[in-house]
């Protein structure tokens, strides 16, 4: 490829209010979007605000919305989503801007707070470890849904987030479900109530906008269908 | 805005409005088909205990399960919520239940 090349990336500016400021970027081999955005801030506006830290998709800081997708920006090549040489970079979707490429994650993590993400442990460090055996099936659902590392890719991908602020989210509903299948956690009344309020689970349209687009290809409608057949059975026995 | 009680009561409302909308189907065909003109048909229902709980049920079904999904919708494209979402998803209720029992009495009465 050769270093004469340059892409038109467009870079969201501002805040909530802000528009699309277009930078010519040199194109360079296996080029990902975080380099596009690192080269603008380096070498053309240092004032330009953006978020990451691990660069190899371990972090979950990173995410912005690439063309209108929302995706890791650091696990993307440019080849792959470059239109006509150009690449349109602006803030995650569905979270409030604080500056440029920048979003408050703010609402994110309360949501996953309020859903009940916190573990609640059963035993003291006094106690013996228990044995946690990887074939149970509450085992098996519990290690679907952890490897969450919540960038936001899914909340910014929800449409229902978008039209209902009060939904908590696929990430905070499917830490919730990874928690209510650990046998060492005990606050599950607590958690399903917790889900099964005006923006619980029960909220979902199933629209799967999460599992398209989680980089770490997990299924939070997966997760939040099993929340809502446990909250179900929950209400059934009068538990919550 | 939809909760575990609202939830459970929109599948309850489908679980029951499955069979009788089997059931009214296969009704229509059989009056079609027999060629049963609009008296004939009245005569049947009229005074009939079974047509007036077989559509007085299938009319609060759908009344309770329009409201809950029509609440869900009015939420989330204009954004009202609180009393005045309450209140209008009562009202959804009476209106279509209150259309449905009309009509199921004017049939079976």
Redesign the interface.
């Known amino acids: 490829m050769s270093d004469d090349a340059s892409l038109k990336v467009s870079v969201w500016r501002g805040a909530e209010a802000g528009s699309f400021e277009t930078f010519d970027v040199p194109m360079q081999e296996s080029q990902t979007v975080l380099d596009l955005v690192a080269w603008v801030q380096q070498n053309a506006d240092p004032t330009l605000a953006y978020r990451y830290a691990c660069r190899v998709g371990m972090c979950g800081s990173c995410a912005m919305m690439v063309n209108g997708v929302p995706r890791w920006t650091c696990r993307t090549h440019v080849s792959k989503v470059a239109k006509d040489g150009t690449v349109e970079i602006a803030p995650l979707r569905n979270l409030p801007v604080i500056k440029d490429l920048a979003v408050d994650m703010d609402p994110f993590f309360d949501k996953w707070t309020a859903a009940g993400g916190a573990f609640s442990p059963t035993k003291s460090r006094d106690d013996t470890v228990e044995p946690i055996l990887p074939e149970t099936p509450e085992r098996r659902e519990a290690d679907a849904a952890i490897e969450c590392i919540n960038c936001a890719v899914c909340y910014a991908a929800c449409d229902?987030v978008s039209?209902?602020p009060?939904y908590l989210g696929p990430a905070a509903l499917n830490r919730a479900w990874s928690l209510v299948n650990d046998v060492k956690d005990g606050a599950l009344d607590a958690r399903l109530t917790a889900v099964?309020?005006?923006?619980?689970c029960?909220?979902c349209h199933s629209q799967q906008g999460c599992v398209a687009h989680c980089p770490n290809e997990l299924n939070p409608t997966a997760s939040i269908a099993g929340l809502?057949r446990a909250?179900?059975r929950a209400?059934?026995k009068g538990r919550? | 805005?939809?909760?575990?009680?609202?939830?459970?009561l929109q599948?309850l409302t489908a679980l029951i409005m499955a069979p009788l909308v089997i059931g009214h189907i296969a009704v229509m065909i059989y009056a079609v088909q027999g060629g049963l003109s609009a008296s004939e048909i009245l005569g049947r229902t009229q005074g009939s205990l079974l047509w007036a709980l077989f559509y007085g049920t299938f009319a609060v079904a759908v009344a309770l399960h329009a409201a809950i999904g029509l609440r869900?919708i009015i939420?989330?494209?204009f954004g009202l919520?609180g009393k005045s979402l309450a209140i209008l998803t009562l009202g959804i209720f009476a209106l279509l239940g209150g259309m449905g029992l009309h009509a199921v009495y004017a049939v079976t009465a």
């Open positions: 229902v039209v209902n009060d099964s309020g005006a923006g619980g029960h909220n809502k909250t179900v209400a059934l919550i | 805005m939809i909760g575990v009680r609202l939830y459970m599948r869900a939420h989330e494209t919520g």
